[in-house]
């Protein structure tokens, strides 16, 4: 499996962006996804999942990010609404193996990283 993470930007505080992964070999509907992300200094945290038919988010992020998958794209996006300055970071879509969806150590592939940067 690779993934290939794209979309990210510079936008103002309440901007929106769309972050897609696209996934080639096997399809995202055969695994669970996530989004992580990981600010300078500070560890990979945990954004976004989504296991079948259920969604997962931190707290900081529900009701302005939006995970969703393209089965026919085999592609995986997060939609950013509202965004702040704390989401500044670097942006990275993961493969889940095995253990909790919240920890980076769960995660057995990731795509390359998209920056986002929310001016203030």
């Known amino acids: 499996v690779q993934l290939q993470a794209s979309g990210g930007g510079l936008v103002q505080t309440g901007g929106s962006l769309r972050l897609s992964c696209a996934a080639s070999g096997r399809t995202v509907s055969s695994y669970v996804m996530a989004w992580f992300r990981q600010a300078p200094g500070k560890e990979r945290e945990f954004v976004a999942a989504m296991n079948g038919g259920n969604t997962h988010y931190r707290d900081s992020v529900k009701g302005r990010f939006t995970i969703s998958r393209d089965y026919a794209k085999n592609t995986m996006y997060l939609q950013m609404n509202s965004l702040k300055p704390e989401d500044t970071a670097v942006y990275y879509c993961?493969?889940?193996?095995?253990?909790?969806?919240?920890?980076?150590?769960?995660?057995?592939?990731w795509g390359q990283g998209t920056q986002v940067t929310v001016s203030s």
């Open positions: 993961g493969r889940h193996y095995s253990g909790s969806l919240y920890y980076s150590q769960s995660y057995d592939y």
